[in-house]
């Protein structure tokens, strides 16, 4: 059983940066794929990024590409997201998500998720 613990949320202006921690117990970290979902009210969690275990390869949706940093440290049990030159619409509830062999987009692909930390945006 993996807990994880999304820290580093808050409020930024347009253009800011904000990054956010993840940091996972419970389990082999090195194990797990992982990912950062986010979700506004009444919407789906959206893919956000993805990185593999060892950190080598990561995704990211397109709305983030450019902007946005997915990064482990399979020492610390780590992942962070960097996110750079923040938009209004990047406001929502920040998930990190862990699962052995995910390979999509999908937040059903994942089978832990940490409690969330919010992100707001303004303009």
């Known amino acids: 059983q993996v807990q994880l613990v999304e820290s580093g949320g808050g409020l930024v202006q347009a253009g800011d940066s904000l990054r956010l921690s993840c940091a996972a117990s419970g389990g082999t970290f090195r194990d797990y794929v992982m990912a950062w979902f986010r979700r506004n009210p009444g919407k789906e969690r959206e893919f956000v990024a993805r990185i593999s275990r060892s950190g080598g390869n990561t995704y990211y949706a397109d709305s983030v590409k450019g902007r946005f940093t997915i990064s482990r440290d399979n020492a610390k049990n780590t992942v962070d997201l960097q996110m750079n030159s923040l938009k209004p619409e990047d406001t929502a509830v920040y998930y990190c998500?862990?699962?052995?062999?995910?390979?999509?987009?999908?937040?059903?692909?994942?089978?832990?998720w940490g409690q969330g930390t919010q992100v707001t945006v303004s303009s």
């Open positions: 998500a862990a699962d052995w062999s995910a390979s999509g987009w999908s937040a059903s692909d994942y089978t832990y």
